[in-house]
């Protein structure tokens, strides 16, 4: 028991200085050796607790997934009607996505084959089908409908849905909102429009904008902010004594 709390502890701590490292310098700042040099111990300590740099990312990535559920799943139910449960999910999937901008990247941006081989490896095609977080919303999406979940109409709804969800905050967070309205003023026409076009029954007079915390992310609450990373000290090798 002793041993596998050690071999825990060490998963840990490798995984929180890559999170470190890539928060601060992207996939290119993370390697085995940046790690070891991170944690201060060998290059070698890295590679007792994964077999390469892309099974870490791998670990990390289910982290962060597993993260942005939790928080979708307790916003979500916060709500008491159909109604309240889609608008909260359409905020708080928004809201992640602008408090926690690198783990939102993290997950959704270019998966290496190496990354996705392993996952497809361990865990099947099914991985890369059915997540918690999309899961959440085809309940959703079919509570809405007030149809089974396995309903082409909510397959194709939720689709639909996510869409133009993932293109509203992909936008805001590679800072390309710049005609004039920001992705708080678009999130509220956006859902009209989805309900409007998809749920032409509901009645929206009753729409309103959840309160909601603030998403706290895995990889972004390691790197800071943006000023505070231009900040800090560049990790260099030590002066050699001459």
């Not at 870490?56 to 993260?67: C, G, P, Q």
């Not at 996505?97 to 783990?103: C, H, K, L, N, V």
């Not at 919303?137 to 149809?147: E, S």
């Not at 076009?197 to 902010?225: C, K, M, Y």
Request: hydrophobic share 40%.
């Amino acid at each position: 028991m002793k041993k596998r709390a050690i071999e825990d502890g060490g998963r840990e701590r490798v995984c929180q200085a890559a999170m470190r490292l890539y928060a601060e310098g992207g996939l290119e700042a993370v390697t085995m050796r940046t790690i070891g040099n991170e944690l201060g111990v060998s290059s070698m300590m890295p590679y007792r607790h994964f077999t390469s740099k892309d099974e870490i990312f791998v670990e990390i990535r289910a982290r962060v997934f597993e993260n942005f559920a939790n928080y979708l799943e307790r916003a979500v139910c916060g709500g008491t009607t159909p109604l309240q449960r889609f608008v909260t999910y359409f905020y708080a999937y928004a809201g992640f996505a602008r408090d926690a901008s690198r783990d939102y990247r993290f997950i959704f941006d270019r998966w290496p084959k190496a990354q996705y081989d392993i996952v497809l490896e361990r865990e099947g095609k099914e991985a890369f089908s059915k997540t918690r977080s999309f899961d959440l919303q085809l309940q959703v999406t079919a509570d809405l409908l007030d149809k089974p979940v396995e309903s082409r109409q909510v397959l194709e709804s939720a689709h639909i849905i996510w869409q133009c969800l993932h293109g509203l905050v992909a936008l805001h967070i590679a800072k390309k909102h710049g005609f004039g309205l920001t992705i708080e003023d678009l999130l509220r026409p956006t859902i009209i429009s989805l309900l409007k076009g998809l749920f032409p029954e509901q009645e929206l007079t009753t729409l309103r904008r959840p309160a909601l915390a603030a998403a706290v992310g895995l990889i972004s609450s390691n790197g800071g902010d943006e000023e505070k990373k231009l900040g800090r000290r560049r990790r260099s090798k030590p002066k050699q004594d001459k």
